[in-house]
């Protein structure tokens, strides 16, 4: 069995496809990670091969700032960190506009590439992150075998006739816009579900008119089976396609042993028995150093607790921020970027951004966590994140140091047992099990 793993430009959907497709080469397929050439090296860490395949313009190879890509593209990326200061609505309306020009580029180059990737390799299935949108139409033109992956919150695929792309089914109880702003988002997003509907209806009529058109864009998935990297919870909305529902809970393979310099960091800041806190806002959302430095100056008042700081290219913006706080030096190291997965072994508690990725491996590592959600599904993972009774959630635009504090404070003194009881459940799926279970369906 041959799988191509399609994956866009973005290292938080890069790494946890190529777990996947670590999870089903051990399995006994022969699997090529498809992206643009700065993820060859991650294919070659999953023991995994490469081909080179672009399905969007954009990208962020692990520190958005610092990732090179045409000046278009730059200024959207600086117009969405601009607008997250502005609020929840905002953020996901300045997103919403940039949809069709980023979530759609190139259909027709897609297409073509991925015919001639198909010619070359002869894959017998292919498995495609949900938001490679026109990789989707392509395969779907094309009428290959492919499984959908679900990168992020299952409602990315939209569940049902009322529910958009864009617009979180549900809100933490911290962070709620106004009607008048979730009525001008739910506009937005509908606008965006038709013309992307009607993009979708004009590949397929140029390239493939023998084939079906889909009946909505966002909502094209593969027939057979979606595998979702998220966990069972009983209220999500049930899937609104026939095909085989896979969550993985996870999509993460073991956190690898810390190594050195970390395990000197982590020694060092864990001595004498203190706690120790992660804080990381993704690779986009480091960026929001004003954010970093109000959580880190909380947790460094209010708590015992030592801190690690994810800051991408605002190192020095926070490390400054805490010395002219007087934080002792001792309580703290802010890094560019930090192996989160193996720090999360030694954590007490994480502030995220609540992104999947950071979700899903704290739920893994069994450590509670606080969510400040920005943009995109955050704000559905943030309420579930409560919910669930795992943590808790923050609005980052209203945050003061004292309320940050208090609240990992809590995490870091209250009951876990929510927490282990989910680590138990989603520990028992994972990659290799969704490997095992793509491949008895792909046969």
């Given at each position: 069995?041959?799988?191509?793993?399609?994956?866009?430009?973005?290292?938080?959907?890069?790494a946890?496809?190529?777990?996947?497709?670590?999870?089903?080469?051990?399995?006994?397929a022969?699997?090529?990670?498809?992206?643009?050439?700065?993820?060859?090296?991650?294919?070659?860490?999953a023991g995994?091969?490469?081909?080179?395949?672009?399905?969007?313009?954009?990208?962020?190879h692990?520190?958005?700032?610092?990732?090179?890509?045409?000046p278009?593209e730059?200024?959207?990326?600086r117009e969405?960190?601009?607008?997250?200061?502005?609020?929840?609505?905002e953020?996901?309306?300045?997103?919403?506009?940039?949809?069709r020009?980023?979530?759609?580029?190139?259909?027709?180059?897609?297409?073509?590439d991925?015919?001639?990737?198909?010619?070359?390799?002869?894959?017998d299935?292919?498995?495609?992150?949900?938001?490679a949108?026109?990789?989707t139409?392509?395969?779907h033109?094309?009428?290959l075998?492919?499984?959908?992956?679900c990168?992020?919150?299952?409602?990315?695929?939209?569940?049902?006739?009322?529910?958009?792309f864009g617009?979180?089914?549900?809100?933490?109880d911290?962070?709620?816009?106004?009607?008048e702003?979730?009525?001008?988002?739910t506009?937005?997003?509908a606008?965006?579900?038709?013309?992307?509907t009607?993009?979708?209806?004009?590949?397929?009529?140029r390239h493939?008119?023998?084939?079906p058109?889909?009946?909505?864009?966002?909502?094209?998935?593969?027939p057979?089976?979606?595998?979702?990297?998220?966990?069972?919870?009983?209220?999500?909305?049930?899937?609104?396609?026939g095909?085989?529902?896979?969550?993985?809970?996870h999509?993460?393979?073991p956190?690898?042993?810390?190594?050195?310099?970390?395990?000197?960091?982590?020694?060092r800041?864990?001595a004498?028995?203190r706690?120790?806190v992660?804080?990381?806002?993704?690779?986009?959302?480091?960026?929001?150093?004003?954010v970093?430095?109000?959580?880190?100056?909380?947790?460094?008042?209010?708590?015992s607790a030592?801190?690690?700081?994810?800051?991408?290219?605002?190192v020095?913006?926070v490390?400054?921020?805490?010395?002219a706080?007087?934080?002792?030096?001792?309580?703290?190291?802010?890094?560019?970027?930090?192996?989160?997965?193996?720090?999360?072994?030694?954590?007490?508690?994480?502030?995220?951004?609540?992104g999947?990725?950071?979700f899903?491996?704290?739920?893994?590592?069994?450590?509670?966590?606080?969510?400040?959600?920005?943009?995109?599904?955050?704000?559905?993972?943030?309420?579930?994140?409560?919910r669930?009774?795992?943590?808790?959630?923050?609005?980052?635009?209203?945050l003061?140091?004292?309320?940050?504090g208090?609240?990992?404070?809590?995490?870091?003194?209250?009951?876990?047992?929510?927490?282990?009881a989910?680590?138990?459940?989603?520990?028992?799926?994972?990659?290799?099990?969704?490997?095992e279970?793509?491949?008895?369906l792909?046969?």
């Amino acid at each position: 069995m041959h799988v191509v793993v399609i994956s866009p430009p973005f290292a938080s959907h890069a790494a946890p496809l190529a777990a996947l497709g670590a999870a089903l080469g051990a399995a006994g397929a022969r699997v090529d990670l498809a992206s643009t050439s700065a993820f060859a090296p991650l294919a070659a860490r999953a023991g995994i091969g490469f081909t080179e395949l672009a399905v969007t313009r954009n990208a962020n190879h692990g520190v958005a700032e610092r990732t090179r890509q045409d000046p278009a593209e730059a200024a959207r990326l600086r117009e969405f960190l601009a607008a997250t200061s502005r609020g929840a609505a905002e953020t996901l309306l300045t997103q919403a506009t940039h949809r069709r020009a980023d979530l759609l580029a190139e259909p027709d180059r897609v297409l073509a590439d991925v015919r001639a990737l198909h010619r070359r390799l002869q894959p017998d299935w292919y498995l495609v992150d949900q938001l490679a949108y026109p990789a989707t139409l392509a395969l779907h033109c094309l009428g290959l075998p492919y499984a959908t992956f679900c990168p992020g919150h299952p409602t990315y695929i939209p569940a049902g006739p009322d529910a958009y792309f864009g617009v979180p089914y549900a809100w933490p109880d911290t962070v709620r816009p106004t009607a008048e702003a979730l009525e001008r988002l739910t506009r937005a997003a509908a606008d965006n579900d038709r013309a992307f509907t009607a993009a979708f209806h004009r590949v397929v009529d140029r390239h493939a008119p023998h084939r079906p058109r889909p009946d909505r864009a966002f909502a094209l998935s593969s027939p057979r089976t979606v595998v979702y990297n998220y966990p069972e919870l009983p209220w999500l909305p049930a899937p609104s396609t026939g095909a085989a529902a896979l969550r993985c809970g996870h999509c993460t393979q073991p956190p690898p042993p810390l190594a050195a310099p970390w395990t000197g960091v982590a020694d060092r800041l864990t001595a004498g028995g203190r706690p120790l806190v992660l804080l990381a806002l993704g690779t986009f959302l480091s960026a929001r150093h004003d954010v970093l430095a109000t959580v880190a100056d909380g947790v460094l008042r209010r708590t015992s607790a030592a801190l690690v700081v994810a800051a991408g290219d605002r190192v020095d913006e926070v490390s400054s921020a805490l010395a002219a706080a007087g934080a002792a030096a001792d309580r703290f190291h802010v890094a560019d970027r930090i192996p989160q997965q193996a720090l999360l072994t030694r954590a007490s508690a994480m502030v995220h951004h609540a992104g999947n990725n950071s979700f899903t491996e704290c739920l893994a590592a069994g450590v509670p966590a606080l969510a400040l959600p920005f943009s995109s599904d955050q704000f559905a993972i943030a309420h579930d994140l409560e919910r669930a009774g795992l943590g808790l959630s923050l609005d980052p635009n209203a945050l003061t140091a004292d309320t940050a504090g208090r609240a990992v404070e809590h995490l870091l003194t209250g009951d876990r047992s929510a927490n282990e009881a989910v680590r138990a459940a989603v520990l028992r799926r994972g990659p290799d099990w969704a490997a095992e279970h793509l491949l008895r369906l792909m046969r």
